[in-house]
């Protein structure tokens, strides 16, 4: 429920400006770390497990050594051995040692890899060991942690924790920079190899190294965070992700992109998770050293230094410690030790790891909307791209074409193409990531582009391919180009055109909900010495417009026919004599009891005549059902009042409701036209299956009809946003939205509507005074705006001049919007909107803000309610200004 004027000035007035949400104060907390200072470890932490290796041989009862020569799945150059050689204690602590190995030996190096599996498993807790670590163009040591069970299944959708690993210390380049850099990393997600990880470094101060002395290293892990020390000082902190809801609880997005897993639900349904999995199962420890391997050998002066390990290279282990904490053993949280850096300073060395997290796409509005992606001009959401051959595809001038999309591939494999993903998209330039719902037109849809090979491959038998991918490449489609609806391969100086049916794609398994990267190619491997151009690339539907029934206006549809359930009448379509109205449906209730209404189904419908029941879960977000209609004359028992049914499915499922609970909240009134409009979402909200309506019915309750003659017209279920006439919600235009009203939040003032110019006429004034205040656009309690079906095109518009500007002359003038009573809130200097423009006193001046941008900063757009402009709180005594055209609507 949104708090009413009254109630939210109470509140304004005691909090103060730093923490209002709903009361038009910046919700940015202003932290002052500069008081703390590095702690040790907290005395919640109960210490649980621990080797500090003061004996004289490796603990068995505590650790286990793997043997194999297996690589690590790295390319590893060293076989693991229990050797004592390997790995030994002496005087206080763990030797894990690698060293050349003999003549022979299937690998050129030895060394140790000691787990704890099944001997020491945990879920939260802080794990730490002190380490001197080796050092050598080659050295790979390691410090980690892997899941007892792999409950979620292969590497790494169970997940892997790396508390710290170090490839080559102490190695300089050319350049004289000295390697001392640990790493702390998650590795999760898909299984292998479309792998994700994350991480962070840290630097060791110049001077200093991990190979010369021992330093601590450490994860607090608890559930859904895990953050890494050295010697206590905070590096790193990794998250869950935060999936964002909007009001209908459809996930649109993530507030934090942190780690996820993907494993087979209980259904056998691979499935993507952003809960605290993987992370919240038992994991073990690892402690080894490895030589070599893919990272090592191709980092820094690449390969591996024999002379560093000439003599062995040595993982030296003060000792391992594990602590639960006391006070929560089941999430492992309070016992946090959190050092200066706590926040997220980034400035004091503070990090707040992104993590490669999916997307979860905005839900599909069901209405098909074309893409393009290249027709002469490029498109920020989708950028042209070359995977990984190091080319930059070019806009280039043809003489038939115009500008296209020139594409190269040398030496190197690739593929390339079109994208919409993060690490691609120009968002500082205005790109957004925008993955393409093509869903809607699936039965319809077509992807086309023409292209010209201006260079064949050298090898003239390479075959060209398309491939597309949804988010996360989680689905994709291939096909070679002579697939195409053409059914023609590429010739050398030709424009040729290539469509493909979106069907098509997606009967070879290609999710078409979430769309984001779309390659032309020659065969991978075989495409040096290709040039090629791509030109007027789109994905269109036949058919673009949003789901639409109309069930009658000017006369009844055959698979919709007027329907008497049970009373033996016959409704008919009559004159009305009414010019506005013209020819209506009639219907008249006697003394048995009946419902009335319009149907779609076999036993109602005339011969040869099949049944059309309307699926409307495309537009169920902000479509309704809408008619027109007149008591002519009313029952003799008004007692029962008259209702609104309607039925899905062969009556598997149906909603009853009063009409005066339209949104008009009106009761027919004798001899009227009046209007009634029900939202679709309240009537699945109700138990409506909206996938297959085929009854509506409008009657006095039952048993109550006798007497009863009414008319009915313009019936329709549609989405009122999406019809071709639609202009925007109008907010204020010489008056408020119905359901709106302007608001003055915590000064007392009662706005007033006034008469400005001839241009603009009646506008809304507001005045503050020595009150705090904000001002705007309030809707009435329960009433929102949903504005997501805009959400990549829509705009936030309107018109405000200053009649007076604030005693205080260099108060800011804002803007700021709320959604779903305060639940999400975006607020941005005026100065922030497209034109950039401050307030000039007596002048009109337009304002654009993108819906795109809002969504981007976290505002929920399903649920729209206020809409303020004023300044900047507490600042604003004395400022009188007006607005106008205040409007949320499709950019033009």
Not at 101 to 116: F, N
């Amino acid at each position: 429920m949104k708090l009413t004027t009254k109630n939210l000035a109470i509140s304004c007035a005691v909090v103060s400006a730093s923490t209002l949400l709903g009361c038009g104060g910046s919700v940015e907390t202003n932290t002052d770390t500069s008081n703390y200072t590095p702690e040790e470890t907290s005395s919640a932490w109960e210490l649980v497990w621990s080797d500090e290796f003061d004996g004289n041989q490796i603990d068995n009862q505590k650790w286990s050594h793997e043997v194999n020569c297996a690589g690590g799945g790295n390319n590893e150059k060293q076989c693991y051995t229990d050797s004592e050689q390997n790995a030994y204690v002496a005087d206080g602590q763990l030797n894990i040692v690698a060293l050349p190995a003999g003549e022979d030996a299937e690998k050129p190096y030895t060394s140790a890899r000691l787990v704890t599996q099944y001997k020491a498993d945990f879920k939260y807790g802080r794990f730490e060991a002190r380490i001197k670590l080796p050092s050598g163009q080659g050295s790979w040591p390691a410090f980690w942690m892997m899941p007892t069970n792999s409950e979620y299944g292969g590497w790494p959708r169970s997940g892997e924790i790396d508390i710290m690993e170090a490839v080559n210390l102490k190695v300089e380049d050319a350049e004289g920079n000295v390697e001392n850099r640990i790493h702390g990393t998650l590795h999760y997600g898909q299984e292998w190899p479309n792998n994700d990880s994350s991480g962070q470094a840290y630097q060791f101060p110049e001077g200093l190294n991990p190979a010369d002395d021992f330093h601590t290293y450490a994860v607090e892990w608890q559930e859904g965070e895990i953050r890494w020390y050295v010697d206590n000082n905070l590096y790193a902190t990794q998250r869950q992700s935060q999936v964002r809801y909007n009001s209908k609880n459809q996930a649109v997005g993530l507030a934090h992109r942190g780690w996820y897993t993907e494993y087979y639900n209980t259904q056998g349904e691979l499935t993507t998770y952003w809960g605290s999995a993987p992370y919240d199962q038992e994991f073990f420890m690892i402690l080894n050293l490895a030589v070599g391997g893919d990272w090592p050998e191709n980092v820094n002066n690449t390969g591996i230094d024999a002379s560093a390990f000439e003599n062995g290279q040595s993982l030296e282990v003060d000792y391992v410690r594990v602590y639960q904490c006391s006070l929560d053993l089941e999430t492992g949280d309070g016992c946090g030790t959190f050092p200066q850096n706590y926040f997220l300073d980034t400035d004091n060395g503070g990090v707040l790891v992104e993590g490669a997290a999916p997307i979860p796409s905005p839900p599909s509005t069901g209405v098909a909307q074309n893409l393009t992606i290249f027709d002469g001009t490029a498109n920020p959401n989708w950028p042209a791209w070359d995977c990984c051959g190091g080319s930059t595809p070019t806009v280039v001038n043809d003489a038939d074409k115009g500008d296209v999309m020139e594409f190269y591939v040398g030496a190197t494999p690739t593929v390339n193409g079109f994208l919409s993903r993060a690490d691609v998209v120009d968002t500082e330039s205005g790109g957004k990531v925008l993955p393409f719902d093509a869903s809607p037109m699936a039965e319809t849809g077509k992807i086309s582009f023409d292209m010209k090979v201006t260079s064949m491959p050298n090898d003239t038998s390479a075959a060209w391919s398309i491939k597309l991918e949804s988010v996360g490449a989680t689905t994709e489609a291939s096909f070679d180009l002579s697939a195409s609806n053409e059914g023609q391969a590429p010739r050398a100086g030709q424009w040729q055109t290539y469509t493909f049916d979106l069907k098509t794609l997606a009967d070879a398994g290609l999710d078409l909900s979430a769309l984001e990267v779309i390659m032309v190619f020659p065969a991978w491997g075989a495409g040096e010495g290709a040039v090629y151009q791509i030109t007027n690339l789109t994905i269109e539907g036949a058919n673009s417009a949003s789901p639409k029934l109309n069930v009658f206006e000017e006369s009844a549809k055959d698979t919709w026919p007027l329907w008497d359930c049970c009373g033996g009448t016959t409704p008919m379509v009559i004159d009305s004599t009414d010019p506005e109205h013209g020819m209506v449906a009639e219907f008249s209730i006697g003394s048995e009891p009946t419902v009335m209404g319009f149907i779609s189904r076999t036993a109602n419908l005339a011969e040869g005549v099949s049944p059309a029941p309307f699926d409307a879960t495309g537009i169920l977000s902000n479509g309704v059902i809408q008619f027109d209609m007149k008591v002519t004359s009313m029952p003799s028992d008004t007692s029962g009042g008259w209702l609104f049914k309607v039925e899905s499915n062969d009556g598997d499922t149906a909603v009853e409701m009063a009409l005066d609970a339209s949104v008009e909240a009106q009761s027919p009134v004798a001899d009227q036209w009046q209007t009634y409009t029900f939202n679709l979402s309240d009537l699945a909200n109700a138990g409506l299956d909206a996938s297959a309506i085929d009854v509506l019915m409008i009657f006095p309750a039952w048993g109550t009809g006798d007497g009863a003659i009414y008319q009915v017209d313009n019936v329709n279920i549609y989405d009122p946003n999406a019809v071709d006439s639609f202009a925007g919600h109008m907010l204020f235009a010489d008056e408020a939205l119905t359901d709106w009203s302007i608001w003055d939040c915590c000064g007392g003032s009662t706005p007033a509507i006034v008469n400005d110019d001839t241009e603009h006429g009646m506008v809304a004034e507001f005045s503050i005074g020595a009150e705090p205040t904000v001002m705007g656009i309030n809707a009435d309690d329960d009433v929102y705006l949903d504005v997501s079906n805009l959400l990549t095109n829509g705009i936030v518009q309107f018109e405000m001049k200053v009649i007076s500007m604030p005693n205080d002359a260099e108060a800011a003038w804002l803007f700021k919007i709320e959604s779903n009573d305060a639940a999400s809130a975006v607020e941005l200097n005026l100065s922030d909107s497209q034109e950039g423009a401050a307030p000039v006193a007596g002048q009109w001046q337009t304002y654009i803000y993108s819906l795109q941008d809002l969504f981007d900063a976290g505002l929920d757009l399903s649920a729209v309610d206020v809409v303020m402009v004023f300044p900047a709180w507490g600042s604003g005594e004395g400022a009188t200004y007006r607005i106008d055209n205040m409007v949320i609507k499709p950019q033009e």
